[in-house]
């Protein structure tokens, strides 16, 4: 049995070397570009389109720029707020701050462009659809920032605050990701968009709190109050799973009664699925950077679940 294990973990040890040779010879363009990717937080800006047009599609919503309005909101909020924190960032993200110092000004121009055309297209939508692109905003200044604009005022930020961290964040992308192609679709709000709403609120607030796991120790050094912070690495994994479980019954329950298509019920469950197996690595993986990454993909294992819905004949 020893000796079993002894090869095993030689074979490990010899793939782990592999792949580091393989990504050591990848050309340096390919490296930068995956950077920009990762770091300048466009990846995210990818998976939030994909999560609109599974909103569009749960909501029986026609195409819109709302997936694209989306698309920029994100990636100009959370580069602005890895702007804001790269110096705290340095101690729970270091290869992340160092992009960010290192790509200071591209970025701020490429947030505020990103920004600016967000609310360019919105308009296209009316002003409701204009009130909500500015909502993750309004919220990012009270949430990243201790001033009050105009005044000068010092408040403690909401990102400081247990618990209203991360509802803040759930708040402010399940009502963007919800109500925004409703409104450039002039839909009207039904019981179904509220059960979607609610399952957006629940997946988003899991899935801010499980790269907070990873940051556990910056964020105890800089004074963050997170769950994983207050109650521990093994208490977080169960509240977790507790949020997964209920997210599942609210799915459940609006497919029986008629919510929601079966079919679509189906993908949805499928990533509160994948989310637990995520969640139950939680301070198990010995990549808690790459895990945290696995988390926000759970969106594009709904988006294809329903895309081969939707394409089936």
Same mark, same amino acid.
């Given at each position: ?67 694209? +309005? /989306?698309? !920029? ?5 959370? $580069?602005?707020?890895? %702007? =804001?924190? #790269? @110096? ?79 509802? +803040? /964040?759930? !708040? ?5 990701? $919800?109500?925004?192609? %409703? =409104?450039? #679709? @002039? ?93 139950? %690595? ?32």
């Amino acid at each position: 049995m020893s000796r079993k294990n002894y090869t095993l973990a030689d074979e490990g040890s010899t793939t782990a070397a592999l792949l580091g040779a393989v990504l050591a010879r990848l050309p340096s363009s390919s490296k930068r570009a995956w950077n920009a990717l990762v770091y300048s937080s466009a990846y995210l800006s990818l998976i939030a389109m994909a999560e609109v047009v599974v909103v569009s599609v749960l909501l029986s919503l026609p195409p819109s720029p709302a997936a694209l +309005v /989306v698309g !920029l909101i994100v990636f100009a909020v959370y $580069t602005n707020d890895r %702007l =804001a924190d #790269a @110096d705290t960032d340095a101690v729970s993200n270091p290869e992340q701050a160092a992009f960010v110092d290192s790509h200071r000004d591209v970025l701020y121009v490429s947030a505020s462009v990103a920004y600016g055309l967000a609310v360019a297209l919105s308009v296209l939508g009316g002003p409701v659809a204009l009130a909500i692109t500015l909502f993750p905003a309004a919220l990012w200044v009270c949430y990243a920032t201790d001033w009050i604009p105009g005044t000068g005022a010092r408040v403690r930020r909401l990102k400081d605050v247990f618990l209203v961290n991360t509802i +803040v /964040v759930a !708040l402010a992308w399940a009502v963007t990701l $919800t109500f925004l192609p %409703l =409104a450039f #679709a @002039d839909g009207v709000v039904t019981t179904r968009t509220l059960i979607v709403f609610a399952y957006f609120f629940l997946r988003v607030f899991t899935n801010t709190e499980i790269p907070n796991v990873r940051d556990v120790e910056g964020d105890r050094a800089i004074g963050v109050l997170t769950i994983p912070v207050v109650v521990g690495v093994d208490r977080t994994r169960w509240i977790l799973f507790g949020i997964d479980c209920s997210t599942a019954v609210l799915v459940m329950l609006a497919v029986h009664f008629g919510h929601v298509p079966a079919q679509l019920g189906i993908a949805l469950l499928a990533g509160i699925a994948y989310s637990i197996g995520v969640t139950s %690595l939680l301070d198990r993986s010995e990549n808690a950077r790459l895990l945290a990454k696995a988390a926000e993909c759970e969106y594009l294992v709904v988006f294809v679940v329903v895309t081969v819905v939707v394409l089936s004949p």
